[in-house]
């Protein structure tokens, strides 16, 4: 039998957390990957054309959009915006199951900040005496700690892709909001029979 071909969209609030979140969800669906049996052919996520703070009916358009020539589609929020993922899902209500909340406690600068190592590697010229705090989801500004990592640079978002490519996966499945989208995206992914 031939192996099936998935694909997969993300909408995100904007282009700093696609940079982030692009490498670590092609590495999340690797990992998914290893656990089925079926096998399948994946050459990475592709990003929509709007970001999801845009109106919720341009959103919604756009999620539509994307359903016809894609498996499953993430979207991304950040707390403010934490029911707009799921608005987008009611009105989509035949396709909720193919489409998939990301949303952190705060924001994902907090995820950024789950793996010390990853961290020192994305900033190799900087003092990192800091600590990684406990709880990076209770952090009240994750940006501002982030920016202190990364020493204040002027276009530290550069810095997001490759945190993205080497923050420890272990690391961020132990941070409370990021286990329930790969829940979802696995139960997503076992639904239309890829795991």
């Not at 952190?104 to 005496?129: G, H, K």
Request: hydrophobic share 45%.
């Amino acid at each position: 039998m031939a192996r099936r071909y998935f694909t997969l969209a993300l909408l995100t609030e904007g282009r700093s957390d696609q940079w982030f979140l692009c490498p670590v969800i092609d590495r999340q669906v690797a990992a998914l990957a290893c656990e089925g049996a079926v096998g399948f052919d994946y050459s990475g996520v592709v990003t929509g054309e709007c970001f999801t703070v845009a109106p919720r009916d341009s959103v919604v358009r756009e999620v539509r959009e994307l359903l016809r020539y894609f498996d499953i589609v993430l979207i991304h929020h950040d707390h403010n915006e934490r029911g707009k993922a799921e608005a987008v899902r009611e009105a989509l209500a035949a396709y909720a199951a193919r489409i998939v909340p990301l949303v952190p406690v705060r924001e994902t600068e907090a995820w950024m900040l789950t793996d010390l190592e990853a961290l020192r590697e994305a900033t190799p010229m900087q003092d990192t005496a800091w600590q990684v705090p406990h709880d990076v989801e209770r952090v009240a500004d994750p940006k501002a700690i982030l920016n202190d990592a990364l020493g204040r640079r002027r276009d530290a978002e550069r810095d997001f892709d490759r945190l993205g490519q080497t923050v420890c996966l272990e690391s961020l499945a132990k941070v409370s909001a990021y286990r329930p989208w790969v829940c979802d995206l696995r139960a997503a992914m076992e639904q239309q029979r890829f795991l």
